[in-house]
């Protein structure tokens, strides 16, 4: 493995752009977009090739293990969403009628169907054309709202689902590769355990993170038309890439680009999302109405009201539901911050997107598990670039997700379809009162108290890593202001596909933060 600790040395180099000035303290200069990127990372012949192509199938040989797994509610709306686009039915209609009857047999106020952006219904459209040709007499399975009852699904079904999740997984990792200059990004991300767990078993949150690394990957490149597609993508995926739209204007800004420019970068994010909604656009409203009713919760400190076996007190359900209430003005109030502080300071786009989420992390009422997939390849490429604390916050932002995940879901609850799909009827006390097999006393998660208590520990542990890590201050970068020295003594001569190459570090400007 000697050659992962030595595959970051590369040149780097500032693109001059035509008409711009090279004079760095003119207040109206116009500055390179590209300059937080490497050339690209150095594989060191063939065995470096070997080695990453045994990355590649140990990452997803550790997918196709996690493939019959899956989040009991999650993955029985996602089944139901396939078996909607197989007759040509909109999920927003189901969602509005599975609604009505939610409401009239007192369910709840909404049933939790598919309350996302319309790009992954185009995506699993054929997907879900082929599972009806494949199984012709599959129909709709619908839960009860907080029950634990599943469908019997098929291995086909995992992997047709979960393969557009991988395909974005690997893409993730090839860009964390090229922005970080080595393919330590490759293997720290698609290796993760955090990862494996929300892109094995989970959600399709990876495809909208793609669309966030791929557009701060295009702004860095200067490709300002791909980075508004690209981040427009994302967030008709998910809603959440789109905070990240100011930042990327007010970089813009500072780095005095033409205002041509940010004209075609924001001009093409919303003429792409406005082609990507399409006629689904009344049931996007509809679901982020949705959204502002949603109570708070998850990993923050609004958990505490969720916490009933805790704190037994009365009334505290009704507190929540008002908080939530007031959850869209604090997230505004919270975002508006987090612009005005990436204004004020220097510092990389880098770090400016991890402002950014973590602004969210704090403003926002609900932070599911999930959400954290986030911030994970930004942390990775600060701790990457920074080392310091960053190596620490790094490990935080996806150890304490993962762990708060195994006591909240909990994660026995993962195994309910791997149980119906081998042991099929015989699995029906599974969806009675959830038993799973692991009842033992010595699995805390399985104590409504002691689970609960650990998941308030982490929830609140969460937040104040959030607090902590926005207020932290901005470094220079350690790692690319100094040369290193290759393996067995030699100076600067990497080879690459059998010829010596050498890689010249530069100097790092003094104007670059981190």
Known sequence: MRFLRYEGLFRRGVKSTPGASTTSDAADAVMPLDTDLPQGPAIIGVRGRRILWMLGFLALGLRLIFLPLGHY?????????????????????????????????????????????????????????????????????IAESRTFAVPVLTPDFFFLLKLPIWIADFLVAALLARMSGTIRGFRDYLLNPYVLLISGAWTFDAIML????????ALQRHKLLLSGVALAFGTMVKFFPVIALPTMVIYLVKKNRPFKEIVLFVGSYVVACLALLGPFAGGVIEVLGFHDTRPGGGMNWQYIWSATAVFKTIGWRLNLDAL????????????????????????????????????????????????????????????????????????????????FAIFHVPIDHFFFFLYRMVFKDRANITSLNGTTGFEWSMFLWKSPKYGQFIALVLACAFSLLVLVALCWPVRPIRRFGRRRTAPSGRSGDVPADGEATTHDQGTLPTAYVN
């Open 73 to 141: 509610w999650d993955l029985t709306i996602d089944y139901n969403v396939f078996i909607d686009l197989a007759h040509n039915h909109s999920p927003y209609e189901t969602f509005r009628y599975l609604s009505n009857i939610a409401v009239s047999s007192r369910w709840d106020t909404v049933y939790q169907y598919y309350a996302y952006p319309p790009v992954p219904l185009y995506i699993y459209y054929p997907l879900a054309k082929l599972y009806a040709l494949l199984h012709p007499h599959a129909t709709y399975f």
């Open 324 to 403: 939530a209430a007031f959850g869209t003005p604090m997230l505004i109030i919270a975002m508006l911050l987090a612009y005005w502080y990436i204004w004020q300071k220097e510092m990389s786009l880098n770090r400016m997107i991890i402002v950014t989420l973590l602004g969210f992390f704090l403003g926002s009422k609900l932070i599911n598990e999930q959400y954290a997939l986030l911030i994970v390849p930004f942390a990775w490429l600060e701790a990457y670039r920074v080392q310091g604390a960053w190596r620490w916050f790094y490990r935080l932002f996806w150890m304490i997700p993962l762990a």
């Open 210 to 217: 793609l669309g966030l690394v791929a557009a701060v990957y």
